[in-house]
């Protein structure tokens, strides 16, 4: 068995109100809310590190700066012998937090950064803290910490593209996500906000291929672009990613129910009560692994490089 990466949502709780949200229980009334304490995470990983050993685990949320036991958390991870990151929106970071969880065991971390301009910040994450964000971000490469900044594509700020990563190049950022939007959570009801056209994606691309080429800062597509939707010969100096969710990828929500991906609301069923290789053999993960997959995947060549796209994007 591979070694899977493990997303653990700490806390549902949130600083900002992204129009993007994937979260599932942003529109999904119905999906159990909560989060767990330290002592019942400790249970819980040390049940599921009796089975797997992760690569690694990225601490995220809703925002994992607001759960009471953070550092706790980072600190018990850690020593249990896993490698930590942490997923944050960056406005609750400062240096000294930096400095504790650094300590505490985190070796990664990666800041929200979707724009470069205030109004623009506000409109998408309704907080207008984006000076914070770009203050965290300086608190990280202090301390020389791998950071990536993660750019949520949006009709709203790609354009923004440029500018974003002239800023992350001054401040030393080791790489950039792109993230192209995908309708889940309270994206949902913000789609015609938000999509973005094939002729505005592209630009994106084509604009951060060229940044790149300048910059020499690596430029990672983390939601999958298929390279039959689009030629990644286009853009040499860009990395497209693959779908590995349910395969090398698996999420831990707030109260310990594992999920194929962040965006799929479907719970395979509770870590406290089933084995983590119960539930990630049963047929809703194969069923979910070839969700929107065209017949031609079976034939392509390219099939390794896209892991036949992002499942929630038709």
């Known amino acids: 068995m591979n070694r899977p990466y493990i997303i653990f949502e700490v806390t549902p709780r949130c600083n900002n109100n992204c129009l993007y949200c994937y979260n599932v229980w942003k529109e999904n009334k119905k999906y159990p809310r909560?989060?767990?304490?330290?002592?019942?995470?400790?249970?819980?990983?040390?049940?599921?590190?009796?089975?797997?050993?992760?690569?690694?685990?990225?601490?995220?949320?809703?925002?994992?700066?607001?759960?009471?036991?953070?550092f706790n958390i980072v600190n018990l991870l850690y020593g249990l012998g896993n490698k930590v990151g942490l997923a944050t929106n960056g406005t609750l970071l400062d240096e000294e937090k930096v400095r504790r969880l650094t300590k505490d065991g985190v070796k990664y971390f990666e800041i929200s950064l979707d724009t470069t301009y205030p109004k623009t910040y506000f409109q998408l994450s309704g907080n207008n803290q984006l000076e914070k964000v770009r203050q965290a971000i300086l608190a990280v490469k202090k301390f020389r910490i791998p950071l990536t900044a993660s750019f949520t594509i949006t009709k709203s700020n790609h354009t923004d593209i440029a500018d974003v990563v002239d800023l992350c190049f001054a401040f030393s950022v080791d790489s950039i996500a792109l993230n192209r939007f995908v309708p889940g959570g309270a994206g949902i009801k913000n789609i015609e906000t938000l999509q973005i056209s094939r002729r505005e994606l592209e630009d994106t691309l084509r604009i951060a291929n060229h940044k790149n080429a300048q910059d020499n800062i690596q430029v990672n597509i983390t939601i999958p672009i298929e390279p039959c939707e689009v030629d990644h010969k286009k853009y040499p100096h860009l990395k497209f990613g693959t779908c590995g969710c349910g395969k090398d990828?698996?999420?831990?929500?707030?109260?310990?129910?594992?999920?194929t991906c962040e965006q799929n609301p479907e719970i395979l069923g509770n870590l406290f009560d089933k084995n983590f290789?119960?539930?990630?053999?049963?047929?809703?993960?194969?069923?979910?692994?070839?969700?929107?997959?065209?017949?031609?995947?079976?034939?392509?060549?390219?099939?390794?490089?896209?892991?036949?796209?992002c499942r929630f994007i038709k």
């Open 34 to 70: 909560g989060e767990l304490r330290l002592a019942s995470i400790k249970v819980l990983f040390k049940k599921l590190l009796a089975e797997i050993k992760p690569k690694f685990i990225i601490l995220s949320g809703g925002e994992p700066l607001l759960h009471p036991d953070i």
């Open 249 to 259: 990828k698996w999420v831990i929500d707030p109260l310990g129910n594992l999920r």
């Open 277 to 309: 290789n119960e539930l990630s053999n049963l047929d809703e993960v194969k069923t979910f692994r070839q969700k929107n997959a065209k017949p031609i995947c079976d034939q392509c060549q390219s099939y390794i490089n896209c892991g036949g796209g």
